[in-house]
């Protein structure tokens, strides 16, 4: 592609702008934001996940609360946790580490956290809020997305872009963000027919299905953008394992840009959660509703 969009130095520069509006508003305010992690059991990947969220909310001056749970505990204990965790006042956002052992029901959770502390935007409210486009909290993989494309796209309206994946944590969200900046959006998944036909169409093309080398180059329109979330192990010919993309990057030197994997999506996952709570800090202290997203800027 003409243009690899570098994601880790993009989100640098969003921690370093968010750590600037974190020392102002303790400043101002005497607030700090800050935000709880709860993980339950002992996955390796959340455990590698939950490291780097607490280690970046370190790095912009917010405050973390860690609440490491034991794989056994059962979905009233969380849930107690999770009332804790929406009256305090030193917590201005929840995030609830998924998957969740099979005696918990996600769901439940999920809805029990209170929408203004969602930082993670999986709340009912907050999907409603955004597909009504009446701003909230929006999760943060999506948001990362928009603003990736944001690097390379000024206007949005009419472009065709087409979704590869449709997870209420992914797919559906990206799409409605994309339909917001009036794009034509068509949201495929495993049951889609003629996927490569469809994707070809493409101005904007976000892949997010969890599948290896999906995404040929020849599926590919020349100049379009092509945003790969997808993040898969896969064996290295040494023994060990890598991670690679749903989209074979090597093929689209025809792109206009792409986002590499690893160093594309993964790092503004993680710095736009730390805008979420700054967001969500700041409309807790003014007591205001919650407010439209900023532009990326
Ligand atoms: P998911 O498994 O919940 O959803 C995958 C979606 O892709 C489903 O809707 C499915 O129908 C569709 N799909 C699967 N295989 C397909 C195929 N061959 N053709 C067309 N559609 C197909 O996954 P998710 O949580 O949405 O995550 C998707 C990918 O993004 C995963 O690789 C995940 O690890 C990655 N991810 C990355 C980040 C990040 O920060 N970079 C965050 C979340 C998820």
Redesign the pocket.
Known sequence: PSILIDGTALAAGLVTRIAADVATMVRTTGVTPGLAVVLVGRDPASDIYVRRKIAQTGKAGMRSFEHRLSEETSEAELLALIGQLNADDAVHGILVQLPLPAQIDAGAVLDAIAPAKDVDGFHPVNVGRLSTGTGGLVPC?PLGCMMLLDTVIEEYRGLKAVV????N???KPVALLLLERECTVTV???A?RN?PDIVRGADIVVA????PA?VRGDWIKPGAVVID????RVPREDGGTRIVG?VVTAELGHARAVTPVPGG??PM?IACLLANTLQAAGDLVSGSRPSHRRQAG
């Open positions: 993989t590869i994946g449709k997870s944590i992914v797919g495929t998944h495993i889609t996927l997010a299905a969890g599948s999906l979330v997808g993040i898969n749903d999506v993964g996952t």
